[in-house]
Structures are given as structure tokens and as C-alpha cells.
């Protein structure tokens, strides 16, 4: 029996994709602190693109069995930015974004692959390992941009929302973010409450990855007869 959120076969295109997905997340938080004047992440290593600075073995595993996942945290110290609130609103946002952005260059790879007639013919065998591992790739870095804009702690959401509190919110939140992971967990392991809560926040993959299908056909043309450019239904969301 199988226990885990993907199947095993297909194991190998998740495990590539999430190495790349988390290492670039935590490298556009660290690199983007770094550049604002911040160089606590810089000098314990993390402005790296080097995947064991930056993987938990705990979260990946999480993403194996849960469907997502995380990485290690990149330390910030706000108080070395010029603009304390705005720097780390910016230097929080970079990560989501930077899978935002992993999703869509991955389509607008294949799509100007197939404009160019590099794809016109492929094997049976091509065409199961492009699609399969372009619908992980965009589907588990949408995921993981949707998870991290939940606000709990300590995922970007939350500190996204911290930033935007009053001061005295802000004291009453850092009280009780020991909370945040059992909130967590009961919203992602009882039924109803993950159907009200997270389920919405991750349907909103189905319209993300219709806009991208539509910017990479509006800049590379449409071409719905490629076997390696599935429709949106079929996408693993």
C-alpha cells in the first residue's frame, strides 16, 4: 500500500522538483536580505543555490506523504534594513514569488520548445516523462506559493500579516505563535475544517494555471495538438 501523496513511480520527478522548488524559495529570501543590508543569512551560508543549505528532511517529507512541504528558515533581522517593514514585507514576498515564477518559466520552457519544433515528433515514452514532470513542476510550486501565503506562523503569509498589524496586535501575535503549528495540522488532518480553509486557497491552482497557459500561448502561439502540452484537466491539481 502506497502512503504517500504521489505515486511511487512517479517519485523521482517530484523529489527533482521540490529539490528545486524549496532551494529557490529559500534562496530569493536570503539573497533578497542580503541585498536590503541583512547578512545574517549570508554568513551562515544560505545565499546559496545549493540544496543542503537549505532542505528539511522533516518538511520534505511532509510534502511526500501531505502533498507540501517546507524548508529550513532563512534567519532575517529586520532591524538591519533601512526600511524595517517594507524590506521585510519584500524579502518575505520573494519566496512565494520565486514559485510562482519556477511554475511559469517551466511552461513558457516547453512551450518555446514546441514553437520551435524541437517537440514536433516525440517518442511515446518522451512525451509521458515531459508531461509528467512539467505537470509536477508547475503544480508543486503553485502549491507551495499558495501554502506559504497561509497566515500562520512561521509561513510568509503570517509574516506578511505581521507587518501589517498595529504594535500592540504585533506583541499579542509573537505571544502565542507556539500555537500556529497545532492550528495547522488540525486544519490540514480534520476533513471539514481543511475543506473550508486550505481546500479554497488551493483550488485557486485551477485559475493560476490557466493564466499561465494563456501568457505562454499568447507569446509562443497556441498549439492544443502537442501531445506534451495537456489541458488544464490535466493537469495532478
Do not use: C
Not at 521540490?18 to 530569493?28: D, G, K, P, R, S
Not at 512541504?69 to 517593514?85: C, I, L
Amino acid at each position: 500500500m502506497n502512503f504517500l501523496a504521489y505515486p511511487l513511480s512517479e517519485l523521482p520527478f517530484v523529489i527533482l522538483t521540490m529539490l528545486v522548488a524549496f532551494t529557490v524559495h529559500e534562496f530569493a529570501h536570503a539573497w533578497t536580505a542580503w541585498k536590503f543590508g541583512d547578512t545574517t543569512a549570508y554568513e551562515q551560508g544560505r545565499v546559496t543555490l545549493n540544496p543542503m543549505a537549505h532542505l528539511d528532511l522533516f518538511g520534505m517529507l511532509f510534502l511526500l506523504v501531505a502533498g507540501f512541504g517546507w524548508a529550513k528558515p532563512v534567519p532575517v533581522r529586520r532591524s538591519r534594513f533601512k526600511s524595517p517593514r517594507l524590506m521585510n514585507i519584500l524579502v518575505t514576498a520573494a519566496g512565494p514569488v520565486s514559485n510562482l515564477l519556477l511554475a511559469l518559466a517551466g511552461l513558457l520552457v516547453v512551450y518555446a520548445l514546441v514553437a520551435l519544433g524541437v517537440l514536433d515528433r516525440p517518442s511515446d515514452g518522451a512525451v509521458a516523462t515531459i508531461t509528467t514532470f512539467l505537470n509536477y513542476w508547475v503544480h508543486i510550486n503553485v502549491v507551495l506559493f499558495l501554502f506559504n501565503l497561509i497566515p500562520l506562523p512561521p509561513l510568509d503569509g503570517y509574516r506578511i500579516v505581521e507587518e501589517f498589524a498595529p504594535l500592540r496586535w504585533r506583541v499579542r501575535m509573537a505571544q502565542n505563535e507556539q500555537w500556529g503549528i497545532f492550528i495547522f495540522l488540525l486544519l490540514v488532518f480534520i476533513p471539514p475544517l481543511s475543506a473550508a480553509t486550505i481546500g479554497p486557497l488551493f483550488s485557486l491552482s485551477y485559475p493560476i494555471a490557466e493564466a499561465m497557459h494563456g501568457l505562454a500561448s499568447s507569446l509562443f502561439g497556441s498549439h492544443p495538438e502537442s501531445p506534451v502540452l495537456p489541458s488544464l484537466f490535466g493537469w495532478k491539481f
